[in-house]
């Protein structure tokens, strides 16, 4: 029964695309750069205008505070007096004795002149402190100071100068304007210009995406194609490489499936073939069915050794393979080259060992035994008649080396690169007599790489065949 699984909400939930949201931020960005450059270039200015009308009313204050301290005692005339002989200003000047009464106003119109006044700027300098106090208000600039008046080393009064500036105040409100209209214009070109750069950067991520796309679909031939020198083209190139890889290890199975159900089909046709003969005939003698029967087992027996050779190299494939151990490669050789020496014998082929001690490697035993057989075996094989097969094992500097060497017809250039495919013969009607399945080679140069090591070959038409497996040594009190 087909199971219909309905999507979650999670599934349906609409998302935010790319070039939006690259949008919003560059936008988010440059609000918050806009409204600092709306605030803070008049914050300054404001900083700035006050601290001169601080430095100007100040010095005022202290100037009329220092001449009536010169007075005997505060009074209405000589507070008066005094203040003319200063020269009259435009702005308002107010002088109150010690408990803050007014003695002297210089404003006509709202003159508080004989009144008590409780103000901060009046109450600050009568207690012996300068104060100053600065505002934007109703279009002008808005700023006191006062000083206190020291009479016998005692503040006796104090002197309130303020003043009202709207020349400045409209200076501020020119520079916040022309920022507000500058903002709007920086702002309208950072929306363009933002929607332009995600509109870009979106259109090379969904290009990579398109691409991420086909090769999980199995096109494995497409290449991504985004220019540059930056990560988006380098996230390409890795995709490539990817897609490179993916379509070479497709090539492969292609080819692993092919082969093996080619060397698979081999084998059952001639079974089938022989079965069915054995059924049709009536009369067959009894040696002629013994002779089918046995050629049936071989080829049963020919199956069975290519299912166990591509089973092998499925586990080496997945890393299945035996967790390693330190193996002494000498006598895994000399074991190998036991179980061998009947084969050499019966293809007149002498087997000949030279073999250093303390050859111990990290692998497993089953595997190095498997590599060691299957060298030689096919040394022995693939040889000439009275020929020799060679076998070196010594140590190296921090390496271990195993080299077979034969007296064959060697392998063609052409093949010498292709040796170690599955399922790859140079000569298949030779190996197929040999009882070679193809995979061999392929499994020793899987299991050497497992493991560690490398495998190579040489070889020269007429010469001969020498293959060389290098391991690293296995340290001292490496874990078994």
């Keep these: ?84 002989l200063l020269g009259a200003s435009e702005t308002r000047i107010l002088v109150v004795n010690g408990s803050l009464a007014a003695l002297y106003d210089s404003s006509r119109d709202t003159s508080v002149k004989g009144s008590t006044l409780l103000l901060n700027e009046a109450r600050a300098a009568v207690a012996g402190n300068d104060y100053f106090r600065a505002r934007v208000d109703e279009g002008a600039v808005l700023s006191v100071a006062s000083a206190p008046i020291v009479i016998g080393g005692i503040p006796a009064g104090a002197v309130c100068v303020y003043d009202t500036d709207s020349a400045r105040a409209e200076l501020l409100d020119d520079i916040s304007s022309n920022l507000r209209g500058l903002s709007v214009i920086i702002m309208a070109v950072a929306i363009v210009v933002s929607l332009l750069l995600s509109r870009v950067f979106s259109r090379r991520i969904s290009a990579l995406l398109k691409s991420m796309r086909r090769v999980r679909d199995g096109d494995y031939s497409h290449r991504a194609e985004v220019r540059g020198n930056d990560e ?23 080819r692993f499936v092919s082969d093996a159900s080619h060397e698979l089909k081999t084998p059952l046709a001639s079974i089938k073939l022989l079965a069915d003969s054995m059924v049709q005939s009536d009369n067959m003698p009894p040696d002629t069915m013994r002779e089918f029967a046995l050629d049936i087992a071989e080829e049963t027996d020919r199956l069975s050794r290519i299912a166990q050779s591509m089973l092998n190299i499925t586990r080496l494939d997945s890393g299945a393979a035996a967790a390693p151990e330190p193996v002494d490669f000498e006598a895994v050789v ?22 250093e001690g303390e050859c111990v490697i990290l692998a497993s035993d089953d595997y190095a035994y498997q590599i060691v057989f299957n060298l030689v075996e096919n040394a022995i094989k ?21 080299i077979v060497s034969d007296t064959g017809i060697g392998i063609p250039s052409a093949d010498i690169e292709r040796i170690f495919d599955r399922f790859y013969r140079v000569d298949k009607a030779r190996s197929r007599a040999a009882g070679g399945s193809g995979l061999g080679l392929a499994i020793v140069a899987n299991a050497v790489r497992q493991y560690g090591g490398s495998i190579s070959a040489e070889s020269e038409a007429g010469e001969g065949t020498r293959i060389t497996v290098v391991f690293p040594v296995a340290r001292e009190g490496a874990d078994k």
């Excluded at 996230?235 to 199975?253: D, G, K, P, T, W």
């Design 232 to 254: 988006y083209s380098d996230l390409a190139e890795e995709l490539n490489a990817l897609s490179e890889r993916f379509e070479a290890v497709e090539e492969m199975r292609k």
């Design 382 to 402: 693939y040889n000439r008649p009275h020929g020799e097969v060679h076998v070196f094992l010594f140590r190296k500097g921090e390496e271990v080396r195993l």
């Design 1 to 84: 029964m087909i199971e219909i699984r309905p999507r979650t909400v999670r599934e349906y939930k609409p998302r935010m695309g790319v070039q939006l949201k690259m949008a919003v931020t560059y936008i988010a960005v440059m609000l918050a750069v806009i409204v600092l450059l709306n605030i803070y270039p008049v914050a300054v200015s404001e900083d700035f205008m006050f601290q001169s009308k601080q430095d100007s009313l100040s010095t005022r204050a202290e100037l009329y505070a220092d001449t009536l301290a010169g007075l005997d005692e505060l009074t209405p005339e000589g507070v008066e007096h005094v203040i003319g």
């Design 334 to 355: 000399r074991r190998a080259a036991r179980m061998l020496e009947p084969l050499a014998q019966q293809n007149d082929i002498r087997l000949k060992l030279d073999l």
